[in-house]
């Protein structure tokens, strides 16, 4: 989250880099130890409503919560398969023995806290819409991102979809997990300017 919000990085660092495909995109993309221009260019902020994978969106940032991107990301398939394509209908059946099952499963991230808020989440979206409660909390305008020093790990809208998910009754939904849920759902736009995608 840090890298790609630039919180943290030297304020002269560039934000943007021109690959060698000539395509300007975020440091992050390329210049961060992996290349993760596919991940980029067509994942990574492109606005959805669809409620399923808006909801892995969100338990995947919930998930790398004191960990880094870098592990959560190298573990999205496996936890996809264990959170069953994150289809809140399914993961909601989940029941005690399946959270037991997922806790000595050493391909997925094993935090029960984050485990149970996961299934807990998805029986919340058999009355709520993920969809509707994020979009309604899109800025009016776009924070424009021009160095490092203007990133940033909450915004006044993440405080109030984290304030809205909470009154609902979901968990480990803090400010700085809806910004980055937020960006990474194209709610808001986290892309750096002179990216082709900002």
């Not at 399923?52 to 790398?64: C, I, K, R, S």
């Not at 399946?98 to 989440?121: F, G, S, W």
């Not at 020093?149 to 809208?157: I, N």
Request: proline share 4%; with cysteine.
């Amino acid at each position: 989250m840090k890298a790609m919000a630039g919180v943290g990085m030297p304020p002269t660092a560039p934000t943007v880099v021109t690959g060698a495909d000539g395509v300007t995109r975020c440091r992050w993309a390329t210049e961060t130890g992996r290349d993760l221009r596919a991940y980029h260019d067509q994942e990574w902020g492109t606005p959805t409503h669809d409620e399923a994978m808006l909801f892995e969106m969100l338990a995947l940032t919930y998930f790398e919560n004191g960990l880094s991107w870098a592990a959560v990301f190298d573990k999205r398939n496996n936890l996809r398969r264990a959170f069953h394509g994150f289809v809140p209908a399914v993961v909601a059946a989940m029941t005690r023995d399946d959270v037991e099952r997922l806790m000595v499963d050493t391909n997925i991230i094993r935090n029960r806290r984050k485990i149970e808020a996961t299934v807990h989440n998805a029986r919340l979206l058999s009355t709520c819409s993920l969809a509707e409660l994020g979009w309604r909390y899109r800025p009016r305008q776009r924070h424009r991102l021009r160095s490092c020093s203007d990133g940033r790990m909450t915004s006044p809208e993440s405080d109030r979809l984290s304030a809205a998910l909470r009154a609902a009754g979901f968990r480990m939904v803090g400010p700085i997990v809806t910004h980055s849920f937020m960006q990474t759902a194209g709610i808001a736009n986290g892309h750096f300017e002179g990216c082709f995608r900002a």
